[in-house]
């Protein structure tokens, strides 16, 4: 590989403690083994359902976990380990998040206002946020609107300009699509496209394959916590024979454009997670080894895949 | 245009529910005044036993005792509404004049009261919110359960017996100082005579203000909006006065324009624990006494003075949060 990923994510796990009856004590792992690498320019789209970890990816980037939750693993960004403070420093400012909705915002306070609050040049601020605006074709007024008063449309908009007021290398969205019809879902999309041509680093946290494929260059699919396979958007090509792992293969047979055969079973709650494979109780191709072994990350085709017998 | 004419309906919804309330407490009050064993003949002239029974009777022809309840009850309530509130039985004055200079002295201790339980508790809450599970939220908490389950009277007494009689720092009872000409009394006398019975008054509020406040500041830390709030980089500091103290403000408001009544009513204990010659000793003295007019005055007046408070938390609702304001209007 030439290309120096900008943010790289290693072996990243995530648990959370919690008490039981009375004292006890136990750790709930959440995440094990997620491995993500982002690029610059490119946008990496991270797939899985509901309980897969992809939010708690991007919240650990961040490093705004809830106190209750230990880290494992490492994070690099341009190379460097990450620290606590690196991420305070970074948040905001090189790594931006753009969040689902207006419910992120604070209700009480006028969105302009909330903008400037997060610029670090207090005397250009002014400047800064209209000449945002006027990127985004918003109107001076909205700078005064409340997050309730805003329009599906505008939210969007004002979402993505807060991304943007800063110098941020890397943007994060945590689920963009969901609830929107599909001529937003397309406008949502170019807007990525658009900002990872600048330059940008772009990770789309979605469940949305589909809408992924559209726009990713890379797509990682994550199970009960962890990484199974990061493809090429173009694997998805075809009848999907160059996919390297079988839950990646059996998501791209259930897309309704190709057979639209569900998968069968559920993903296992963390406090159930079988102790080979993550994935050896709805595996078909799954022999004794799948259950005792946990299969490293291997590269297989400009891709990487966790699977023992990935071809 | 149209946002005035919202405002006009909703203040005029709010007038006409005032009215009938009115008349509602007028008639329990009435009723209950009606049912106590107190005889205001009795009462008014004392245990004395030189007055005759024959005297009795004149006393009560002239009060209008004699007539019946329904009928008392419609010539008070018409010369009411013409504006003539009658006199006070005992205090042989009308009553809006007792009632006018005894609430000026109670609006006294309880604005003083009610500011510094409304600022103290806020702040309170907002530290303990905060740092919740820590230390500092800890003591907060205990000292707010102790409080709250504090009899403010008993508490008056102890005041009493710890600062005035042990430490003579301040005054033991009454508005003013004893054997001083009215004229001749200086603010500070005033103040000094105010701070024991408010601060005892201010106790009552602080603690249901702070454990509210201390709740939603939890709730508004673990938000959403806190948490991208933090992932855009914002500090704790620039957090909590950036967005905590603007969204805790709201239950903080209602709850103390709401604790008018408790306030009032915390009054009442209290002045007449410290001898404070205020609305509240009226009124207690007006009820034990049988005097009619003075103690329905005084409903009329408290109510509308709670009701105002009420009344004041939806409008400063409405100024903060543009949601409700839409809300409403609509």
């Known amino acids: 590989m030439d290309k120096q990923p900008i943010l790289q994510v290693n072996n990243l796990g995530i648990s959370f403690s919690q008490y039981t009856k009375g004292l006890h004590r136990v750790d709930l792992k959440v995440i094990t083994n997620l491995d993500v690498e982002l690029y610059e320019g490119e946008i990496l789209a991270v797939v899985g359902s509901s309980g897969s970890g992809k939010s708690l990816l991007a919240h650990a980037i961040l490093g705004i976990l809830p106190d209750n939750a230990v880290t494992e693993g490492e994070i690099y960004y341009n190379g460097k380990l990450l620290t606590p403070e690196d991420m305070e420093r970074l948040r905001g400012d090189e790594i931006a998040l753009i969040p689902q909705s207006v419910n992120y915002l604070d209700p009480l306070q006028q969105v302009g206002k909330q903008i400037k609050i997060t610029i670090k040049d207090h005397e250009h601020q002014d400047e800064v946020v209209s000449d945002i605006f006027q990127r985004y074709g918003l109107k001076k007024e909205v700078e005064n609107y409340y997050p309730f008063q805003l329009s599906g449309g505008m939210a969007r908009k004002v979402l993505l300009a807060m991304a943007l007021v800063s110098d941020s290398k890397v943007i994060i969205a945590d689920e963009p699509t969901p609830g929107l019809d599909e001529a937003s879902i397309n406008e949502v999309l170019k807007d990525f496209r658009d900002i990872a041509d600048t330059g940008r680093a772009v990770m789309m946290i979605t469940h949305d394959i589909q809408a992924a494929l559209k726009i990713a260059d890379k797509i990682a699919i994550f199970y009960a916590g962890t990484t199974l396979e990061t493809a090429n958007a173009a694997d998805f090509e075809g009848d999907g024979s160059r996919l390297r792992h079988p839950y990646t293969k059996a998501l791209n047979r259930a897309l ?44 297989i085709r400009d891709g990487k895949v966790r699977c023992l017998y990935a071809t | ?141 205990a000292y707010c359960h102790i409080l709250i389950s504090t009899p403010s009277f008993w508490l008056g007494i102890l005041f009493i017996m710890l600062f005035a009689v042990e430490l003579g720092w301040f005054p033991v009872a009454i508005s003013v100082p004893i054997g001083v000409l009215a ?119 408290s109510l509308i003075f709670v009701y105002v408070g009420n009344m004041t938390a939806d409008l400063l609702y409405m100024v903060i949060d543009p949601r409700i304001k839409e809300g409403q209007m609509a």
């Open chain 1, 256 to 299: 309704p454009s190709n057979e639209f055969v569900p998968v069968a079973g559920t993903q296992p709650l963390p406090n159930e997670l079988p102790h080979g494979c993550l994935y050896s109780d709805r595996c078909p191709k799954k022999t004794k080894k799948c259950e005792v072994e946990r299969p490293r990350l291997k590269e």
């Open chain 2, 1 to 141: 245009m149209e946002k005035r004419s919202g405002l006009g309906i909703f203040l005029t919804k709010r007038l006409i529910k005032l009215v009938t309330l009115l008349v509602a407490i007028c008639i329990v009050t009435f009723v209950l005044l009606e049912l106590s064993p107190i005889d205001p003949v009795t009462a008014y002239v004392g245990a004395s036993t030189k007055v005759g029974a024959e005297q009795r009777a004149l006393i009560a022809e002239h009060w209008g005792l004699n007539k019946p309840p329904i009928e008392r009850f419609m010539a008070w309530f018409t010369s009411i509404i013409r504006g003539d509130w009658g006199t006070s039985m005992i205090y042989r004055r009308p009553v809006l004049e007792v009632i006018g200079q005894k609430f000026l002295s109670s609006l006294a201790l309880m604005a003083v009261a009610w500011t510094l339980s409304g600022v103290l508790g806020f702040v309170l809450g907002i530290i303990a919110g905060v740092y919740e599970g820590k230390a500092v939220d800890k003591v907060i908490r």
């Open chain 2, 183 to 301: 004229e001749d009394v200086s603010l500070a006398d005033r103040l000094s005579h105010l701070i024991l019975p408010s601060l005892t008054l201010s106790l009552i509020g602080i603690s249901n203000i702070c454990l509210h406040t201390r709740q939603k500041v939890v709730d508004i830390l673990s938000s959403d909006f806190v948490l991208f709030a933090k992932a855009r980089g914002e500090s704790k500091r620039s957090i909590i006065h950036n967005h905590v103290i603007k969204n805790a403000s709201l239950p903080a408001i209602t709850l103390q324009f709401l604790s008018f009544s408790e306030l009032f009513g915390g009054a009442v204990f209290v002045e007449q624990v410290f001898s404070y010659p205020g609305l509240g000793q009226a009124t207690v003295q007006s009820g034990l006494r049988g005097d009619l007019p003075l103690l329905m005055g005084i409903v009329i007046i």
